[in-house]
């Protein structure tokens, strides 16, 4: 079936450490998009990718960083640099043209030590 | 900047009643609108989605309407379940050159049996 998987469910971070979010998709969108999820707030877009090799800061890119070499892959760095990364990560992809709703992937859980 | 609104915050209910769940947005150019289900520490599920050009979607004991031009959604849930139990959240998909969704902070639904 085709989905979005991210992994891992849970992450602990310790202060002053990177660490890397995975999601892949075998839908064949080709746009991807990374939200964060805070009880109270919402979700918020961080980064978002229409094409390979191509990506725009969402509306809170700072302490973050993403790659998309490939179709199916967008990684999340979560950098030493964000302060606060304690919160529930979702990624999700659509096809290329409005009008085809989105997809989320199941979530990752950072948690920093 | 687009803004979308959910009431109620929660709603408690008991089994077997029909309920409405309502989202507002700000700006009435979007291309479409989407229902999520998101379930405690789960991803979101796509529920329904509904095309700017449409006035509602069904499915199942779901219908969602959409009155565009007054920036509002309603999302009606036949007989509810204590299965329906979630948080449903709206998000309106609006283009230009920055395609992206934006989120309704959810409307948090307890049925009871």
């Known amino acids: 079936d085709g989905g979005i998987t991210q992994s891992p469910k849970y992450l602990f971070r310790k202060e002053g450490q990177n660490v890397t979010l995975s999601c892949e998709q075998n839908l064949n969108h080709d746009a991807m998009y990374w939200y964060r999820q805070d009880p109270g707030q919402g979700l918020r877009l961080i980064y978002y990718?229409?094409?390979?090799?191509?990506?725009q800061k969402g509306d809170i890119a700072e302490g973050y960083s993403v790659s998309r070499e490939k179709k199916e892959s967008f990684p999340l760095t979560v950098t030493s640099a964000q302060k606060n990364p304690t919160a529930f990560y979702l990624c999700a992809s659509s096809p290329p043209r409005a009008g085809y709703g989105y997809t989320f992937g199941s979530g990752t859980r950072l948690t920093v030590v | 900047k687009q803004e979308v609104t959910q009431i109620p915050a929660a709603l408690s209910v008991p089994e077997g009643e029909n309920l409405v769940l309502n989202c507002s947005f700000t700006?009435?150019?979007?291309?479409?609108l989407q229902w999520f289900r998101q379930d405690p520490g789960k991803g979101l599920t796509s529920l329904l989605l509904i095309q700017s050009s449409q006035r509602e979607q069904t499915s199942g004991r779901l219908n969602a309407s959409l009155d565009k031009s007054s920036g509002r959604s309603t999302l009606y849930i036949a007989a509810s379940q204590p299965g329906d139990s979630a948080t449903y959240l709206c998000a309106v998909f609006s283009g230009g050159s920055n395609y992206k969704l934006t989120f309704g902070k959810g409307t948090l639904l307890t049925v009871n049996p």
């Open positions: 990718s229409q094409i390979v090799n191509d990506f």
């Open positions: 700006d009435s150019a979007i291309y479409n």
